[in-house]
């Protein structure tokens, strides 16, 4: 079955199984991001046969589970190269806005929150007063054609550090994503927003973030012992 123009319409073709393979996400996850950038994203032309926020969901979706643009193109949704193209810049860039981004990643200063947290790390490894986990991760990218070399990460591939903060349940809590591959974990953690949240006492003192050896030990940052005491020191490292 397609609608007008040619364009497939998988939401009414496809039921739930079916679309979790090709798009990650069922018709109810699917419609949620709909919803959520329906405003943002939906064409102000009024032509007959313009792109639905549906359809630019669902082709940005096929693009990030396969990060090739010739495989929307190629999926009878019934969109040419250039408005796959369009469509995902678009979506995308709806999808980073602050007012969208803020509803689902977010370090909270609430009391009960942080006690939530720490409850939970508690329970994972009796480890005391800890609300959030720190880490980079390396996102592979194409080589840019401008500072490639910056671009280059320590696996010797193109790439963004991304600096993330989540909690007992993996859920992200705080995320930066605009340092290249060289950059360090600790430069990035200096010039970040959850340093200056912790040092300027927004959070108790009695908060602390896991970090791994990368990063600087300090009063509300607890790293591993590099060469760890038999004792209280290899304990506080396992």
């Known amino acids: 079955m397609a609608n007008r123009g040619g364009r497939r319409d998988v939401l009414q073709t496809l039921d739930d199984r079916e679309l979790l393979r090709p798009y990650r996400l069922d018709r109810a996850g ?3 991001v709909v919803d959520l950038l329906r405003d943002a994203i939906t064409s ?3 032509r007959h046969n313009a792109i639905t926020p549906e359809k630019k969901v669902i082709t940005t979706l096929r693009y990030l589970a396969t990060g090739k643009m010739q495989q ?3 999926d009878d949704l019934g969109l040419s190269q250039s408005s796959v193209s ?9 999808l980073s806005q602050p007012n969208i981004v803020t509803q689902f990643v977010s370090f909270s200063l609430d009391a009960r929150t942080l006690h939530r947290h720490k409850r939970a790390f508690m329970d994972i490894a009796g480890f005391p ?3 959030g986990v720190i880490d980079g991760t390396h996102v592979r990218i194409i080589a840019p054609s401008e500072d490639e070399a910056v671009f280059v990460n320590r696996k010797n591939f193109h790439g963004i550090n991304v600096q993330i903060v989540f909690n007992a349940a993996c859920k992200i809590l705080d995320i930066v994503a605009k340092w290249p591959g060289s950059t360090h974990d600790a430069r990035m953690l200096s010039e970040s927003g959850i340093r200056q949240l912790f040092e300027r006492r ?3 003192t009695n ?3 896991l970090g791994d050896s990368g990063y600087p030990c300090k ?3 607890l790293t591993p012992y590099l060469q760890p005491r038999q004792g209280p020191q290899l304990n506080y490292n396992r």
């Open 30 to 32: 699917i419609m949620f």
């Open 44 to 46: 102000l032309t009024r």
């Open 72 to 74: 929307c193109s190629s």
């Open 86 to 94: 369009r469509v995902i810049t678009q979506t995308l860039t709806a």
């Open 129 to 131: 007063a800890v609300v």
């Open 202 to 204: 927004y959070v108790p």
């Open 207 to 209: 908060c602390h973030l």
């Open 219 to 221: 009063p509300w940052l």
